[in-house]
């Protein structure tokens, strides 16, 4: 039996907040509510499946509590949604660099809000596409092993998000293969997520900073996208 998912909303508008949780707890979910990030982080943050978080918030923003959140190994897991009233691209592009799930606007409709949840649910239980257990890949020093979501270059582990690992995982599976900005949106974002094609160059310039003297064999073609190329 599927054990029930507990849910974190986390906003300092006091009624949105405990509106959210008592909608989310009629769709089944264990829901706490925290009207700070103050008072989201007196709280065991790995104990949740998901975090709803308001960007602008008091003195320690929502940013700020993922980025926390992600510099923690306990709690660099836990899937997050931001749910803010801050809706340009820099913003959007700030969180999903940070490794959130997803990004919703307000105002926002309930139904929205729960198809989301769902869907992050969903994937975060799954296993990344095209991502044999088995199978490790390797160029030279660079190794990815798919199994332990793990990324070792010339020997030494590096940290990477979900998304950044699956680019560079997809890139390196097939090499000389262009990708499309487009196709790679598809293939790791999913159609529930809305997200902009900037943000595969984010990660991407991420990717390459990481990866040290293999990031340039991550090679852009104008106008059609990116591949990973071994000569």
């Known amino acids: 039996m599927e054990k029930t ?3 974190l909303v986390v906003d300092d508008e006091e009624t949105l907040c405990d509106t959210l949780g008592f909608n989310l707890e009629a769709e089944g979910y264990i ?3 925290a009207y700070s990030a103050e008072e989201a982080l007196t709280l065991n943050l790995s104990d949740y499946d998901l975090i709803l978080l308001d960007i602008m918030m008091g003195e320690i923003s929502g940013i700020q509590l993922a980025r926390i959140m992600k510099s923690n190994p306990a709690t660099a897991a836990v899937p997050i949604i931001f749910c803010t009233a801050k809706d340009t691209e820099d913003d959007m592009i700030q969180g999903l660099e940070l490794g959130a799930d997803d990004y919703i606007a307000k105002p926002y409709s309930l139904r929205t809000v729960l198809a989301r949840v769902r869907a992050v649910l969903r994937r975060s239980g799954s296993s990344p596409k095209e991502m044999p257990v088995s199978e490790k890949i390797a160029y030279g020093g660079l190794v990815i092993i798919p199994s332990k979501k793990s990324c070792i270059v ?5 940290k990477m998000p979900r998304k950044e690992f699956e680019l560079l995982y997809k890139l390196l599976s097939k090499p000389g293969n262009i990708f499309s900005r487009e196709e790679l949106l598809r293939d790791i974002w999913t159609d529930e997520v809305v997200v902009v094609d900037r943000v595969i160059d984010v990660n ?3 990717i390459r900073q990481k990866i040290g003297r293999y990031g340039k064999q991550i090679v852009t073609r104008s106008g059609y996208g990116y591949g990973f190329f071994t000569d």
């Open 5 to 7: 998912k507990r849910i």
């Open 31 to 33: 829901v706490d509510t």
């Open 154 to 158: 010339d020997g030494e582990e590096v």
């Open 204 to 206: 991407i310039t991420r």
